[in-house]
């Protein structure tokens, strides 16, 4: 398994869909989900940068746990440094409608490349995908339409697949 750190395009856009896909409450998702009291943080505006901060480190974190005698300076993107070469995230919206297929295939690779130590598991960015990946799901076109519960046999006979 080889991992690489994904660029901060493709954190924007995980972080643009969780924004504004639609939802009847801001994306949530359990900080440390294994130790009670469960705490959360929501993804509003005001955390955008956090969040994303967050999904750079995680994958950072795994790709240097995957390949440990890897220089350490040889993050990708100069631009995701400060003046003191410190890594850093600036939330940058991805214009346009959203896709959640798109959405759906980007948190998988994201997932792969930062899923690399034991930490991941329980880490926020982890949650984070999830909570992404179920708001990607109910956005997907003729989701709310679908039967809730299952019974009927010949359903697929009378509603043809749209593939």
């Not at 989900?33 to 959360?40: A, D, F, S, V």
């Not at 750079?56 to 003191?84: G, K, W």
């Not at 295939?105 to 930490?119: D, K, L, P, T």
Request: glycine share 4%.
């Amino acid at each position: 398994m080889s991992a690489w750190i994904v660029n901060t395009t493709h954190i924007d856009l995980l972080i643009s869909a969780g924004l504004t896909l639609p939802r009847p409450a801001p994306l949530r998702w359990a900080i440390n989900p294994k130790t009670p009291p469960y705490q959360y943080q929501e993804l509003l505006p005001s955390t955008a940068d956090e969040v994303g901060f967050t999904l750079l480190v995680e994958n950072v974190a795994s790709v240097f746990h995957r390949y440990p005698n890897e220089p350490r300076y040889t993050l990708p993107n100069p631009a995701n440094r400060d003046d003191e070469g410190l890594l850093t995230y600036r939330y940058r919206e991805i214009p346009g409608v959203i896709d959640p297929v798109t959405v759906l295939r980007n948190i998988a690779c994201y997932e792969y490349q930062s899923s690399e130590h034991a930490g991941w598991a329980t880490s926020q960015a982890h949650e984070f995908c999830s909570a992404l990946r179920e708001a990607c799901v109910t956005a997907l076109p003729g989701y709310d339409s679908q039967p809730w519960g299952f019974d009927d046999r010949d359903y697929f006979l009378e509603h043809p697949s749209r593939s």
